[in-house]
């Protein structure tokens, strides 16, 4: 679920971001911008992962959160509604929403990768194994979890550009799947603090 928030996130905006400013913003030509969104996210990444392996992943991934919760809702001040809304904030602020979602794909895949390893370690000593035997698992293991939520991540590729254009279709404006992102953010603060941030250090 975290990992779908975050490269989920970055895959769906990648692929949404240039027919949503064009349907706001009809008056600007939006390709000539549109790749930076994608490109700040990508480099964004591995930067999540450096950061995440220095001060921790379950707390960069908490943090990144709460940015991602703040971004999307600050993009709703920058829309078209009663005025002609502004292009330049609302540019600036999915350019953070790029940055947070590309920071919180490697801080997430970092933190799922460490909370495997020690999972299975943990396990197999417990059945009397030996440190070779729980290495070799916790390779295996953690390649397959990791394996897993990449697909499972790439699931918004889909379901962001959907929602917009739904919500677009439905009520003319994507502030009501906008809604939903932001609801589902604040919801991935919670889990990651309840289910991750309150464990003892040597449990993260």
Same mark, same amino acid.
């Given at each position: 679920l975290l990992y779908l928030a975050t490269f989920g996130s970055f895959i769906g905006f990648s692929a949404g971001f240039a027919m949503l400013a064009k349907t706001q913003f009809p008056d600007v030509n939006i390709l000539q911008l549109a790749f930076f969104g994608p490109f700040?996210?990508? *480099? @964004? $990444?591995?930067?999540? !992962?450096?950061?995440?392996?220095?001060?921790? +992943?379950? $707390?960069? =991934? &908490?943090?990144?959160?709460?940015? #991602? @919760? *703040?971004? =999307?809702? &600050? &993009?709703? *001040? =920058?829309?078209? !509604?009663? !005025?002609? !809304?502004?292009?330049?904030?609302?540019?600036?602020?999915? #350019? +953070? *929403?790029? &940055? =947070? @979602?590309g920071l919180g794909s490697g801080s997430t895949f970092q933190m799922i990768a460490v909370i495997f390893r020690q999972i299975t370690l943990y396990n197999v000593k417990l059945r009397g194994g030996s440190d070779e035997q729980a290495q070799r698992e916790a390779v295996t293991d953690t390649a397959a979890a990791l394996g897993f939520i990449s697909a499972i991540g790439a699931v918004g590729g889909f379901f962001i550009p959907k929602a917009f254009g739904t919500s677009l279709a439905l009520t003319g404006s994507p502030v009501g799947a906008m809604k939903i992102f932001l609801l589902f953010y604040i919801a991935c603060v919670l889990l990651t603090w309840l289910v991750y941030g309150r464990r003892k250090p040597k449990q993260q």
């Amino acid at each position: 679920l975290l990992y779908l928030a975050t490269f989920g996130s970055f895959i769906g905006f990648s692929a949404g971001f240039a027919m949503l400013a064009k349907t706001q913003f009809p008056d600007v030509n939006i390709l000539q911008l549109a790749f930076f969104g994608p490109f700040i996210g990508a *480099l @964004a $990444r591995s930067a999540g !992962g450096v950061i995440s392996d220095k001060f921790g +992943g379950v $707390r960069v =991934t &908490l943090i990144n959160f709460i940015f #991602m @919760a *703040l971004f =999307t809702a &600050l &993009l709703f *001040l =920058t829309l078209p !509604g009663s !005025g002609a !809304g502004s292009f330049s904030a609302f540019y600036l602020v999915f #350019m +953070g *929403l790029f &940055l =947070t @979602a590309g920071l919180g794909s490697g801080s997430t895949f970092q933190m799922i990768a460490v909370i495997f390893r020690q999972i299975t370690l943990y396990n197999v000593k417990l059945r009397g194994g030996s440190d070779e035997q729980a290495q070799r698992e916790a390779v295996t293991d953690t390649a397959a979890a990791l394996g897993f939520i990449s697909a499972i991540g790439a699931v918004g590729g889909f379901f962001i550009p959907k929602a917009f254009g739904t919500s677009l279709a439905l009520t003319g404006s994507p502030v009501g799947a906008m809604k939903i992102f932001l609801l589902f953010y604040i919801a991935c603060v919670l889990l990651t603090w309840l289910v991750y941030g309150r464990r003892k250090p040597k449990q993260q």
